[in-house]
């Protein structure tokens, strides 16, 4: 899962269950006026990979719109480059992979660009004291 959070599709389908990865700090602030919710930040950042969103929650009808980035700590063959948009409501989100991803097309542009060297930047670790001061406020 930290892979795939990381967008490192690659990782995230072909590690087996044992191949554990470590959450290094997780911190989401919703910054809240008149009932909308205004993510800043949310950062997961792992052992493997770091993911950040943005977005709202809109209170009033538990309504999501967030879109997740995530960056591999790795080289990795399959990187997603967009983000994966997360709508609907708290009880029952949507989870949308970006159109195309799952096609022979799109997997054959993830391995053109990694074949390339077009190998996207890779994620330190964060600094995970500076994330809590952040979300404390």
Do not use: F, W, Y
């Amino acid at each position: 899962m930290a892979s795939m959070l990381g967008a490192d599709v690659a990782r995230g389908v072909l590690t087996d269950d044992d191949a554990q990865a470590r959450l290094r700090c997780l911190g989401l602030r919703l910054d809240v006026t008149n009932g909308l919710g205004r993510i800043d930040p949310l950062l997961i950042d792992t052992s493997r990979a770091q993911t950040r969103g943005q977005g709202v929650v809109r209170l009033s009808d538990e309504s999501l719109s967030i879109a997740l980035t995530g960056t591999p700590k790795q080289r990795t063959l399959l990187h997603l480059d967009r983000p994966v948009r997360i709508t609907g409501r708290l009880q029952s989100p949507d989870v949308q992979i970006p159109p195309g991803v799952k096609s022979a097309g799109g997997i054959l542009r993830m391995l053109g660009r990694a074949i390339k060297g077009d190998d996207t930047p890779r994620a330190g670790n964060a600094d995970c004291g500076a994330l809590v001061r952040r979300v404390l406020g």
